[in-house]
Structures are given as structure tokens and as C-alpha cells.
């Protein structure tokens, strides 16, 4: 973690970490974004041992970030705004435990904005279905293993990075213009 007083601390998991890391080291106020796995209760999980869809772990993003250049709800936004939160165990054609949606909280108030949020987003209607998204306690967090890194920035002429990622990279850059750094 940063030694920086001043950066707070998100974790979301969205489905592929590959995907969801690249939209979030996009944000104005992101100091950091590391892949890594949460919600499981096998310690220090491998990215194998983890699609195997029994340890209990998810994908997840532990987020660093400058509140007062982007806040704790704007990421709610983006977060909500970039997958779908209503399909259980899975995101596009990635299916398993591992791609569920979760906010796992840090504190009461990340907790209290997630939950609020979510209320507000299923009496919208914003989406077709129910949100199925999980708000948890952050009880753990391990990184994922470096070739995970930059996956996006490093790999993205790969068909994968061509057929999900980049249409992710494409609605972030028309729906959150004003968050993205320069």
C-alpha cells in the first residue's frame, strides 16, 4: 500500500480483473490498480487454484486512490456503470464463482454507499433484471500473480483483449469522459 496519507482504499470485483483493471487505472485520481483475489477462505490462492472455482475467491481490484481528485461514490459509479451486476457468477462469457460481483468493503461509510447505491440503482429500474451484486466485509486480499499486470496495456492485440476489454475501454471513454485522466 501507498504511504501516502492522503489515498484511500477501494475493492471491487467485476468480473475478469483483466477487463476491470483497465477501466479503473483509466480514472483521474487512481494512484494504483492491483489485481488480486478476495471473498475465499484458502490462503494466498494461485490464479489456478482459484478457476478451479473452489477456494471461494473472486477476481477482484484493490483500488488506491486520491479522494479528494475522485471520490469513493464516483467510483461506485464507474463500477456500476462498466459491468452487468445482474448476472450471478458471471460476466460476458465468463462464467464461475471467481467473475462474481462484490464490493467488499473497508469501513462502515463504503458500506453504507454501496448498499444505498444499490437500493437506488433496483427501485430505477436501471437494469432489466434484479442487481445480484454482494456487499461484504473486506476480509482478505492477495495479489495476483505478475503476468496479470497491465494485462490490457500489454496484451491488447489479443482477440480476447479485442472482444471484451476494448468495447469496456470504449464505453468508459463515452460515459465517464470527465473522470479519465489526461
Given at each position: ?5 492522503n ?10 480483473f ?6 479503473f487505472?483509466q ?18 490462492p494461485?490464479y ?9 475467491h473472486?477476481e477482484?481490484l484493490?483500488?488506491?486512490y486520491?479522494p ?5 461514490d464516483?467510483?461506485l ?15 460476458g ?22 448498499e444505498?447505491y ?10 432489466d ?11 482478505n ?6 503476468y ?20 469496456k ?10 473522470k479519465?485522466?489526461?
Amino acid at each position: 500500500m501507498s504511504e501516502n496519507k492522503n489515498i484511500a482504499i477501494a475493492t471491487f470485483a467485476n468480473g475478469c480483473f483483466w477487463c476491470t483493471e483497465a477501466v479503473f487505472q483509466q480514472l483521474k485520481g487512481v494512484k494504483k490498480v492491483t489485481s488480486g483475489y478476495s471473498g475465499g477462505h484458502v490462503v494466498n490462492p494461485t490464479y489456478e487454484q482459484v478457476c478451479e472455482k473452489n477456494t471461494g475467491h473472486a477476481e477482484c481490484l484493490r483500488i488506491e486512490y486520491d479522494p479528494s481528485e475522485i471520490t469513493f461514490d464516483e467510483l461506485l459509479e464507474v463500477y456500476w456503470g462498466t459491468h452487468d451486476p445482474t448476472t450471478l457468477n458471471r460476466q460476458g462469457n465468463d462464467e464461475g464463482p471467481q467473475y462474481r460481483s462484490v464490493i467488499f468493503y473497508h469501513n462502515e461509510e463504503q458500506k453504507e454507499k454501496a448498499e444505498k447505491y444499490k437500493e437506488q440503482l433496483d427501485k430505477s429500474g436501471a437494469f432489466d433484471s434484479p442487481i445480484v451484486t454482494a456487499i461484504e466485509p473486506l476480509t482478505n486480499f492477495y495479489e495476483a500473480e505478475n503476468y496479470h499486470r497491465d494485462y490490457y496495456k500489454n496484451h491488447s492485440s489479443q482477440s480476447y483483449c479485442y472482444f471484451v476489454i476494448k468495447p469496456k475501454m470504449d464505453k468508459l471513454k463515452k460515459v465517464f469522459a470527465d473522470k479519465l485522466k489526461k
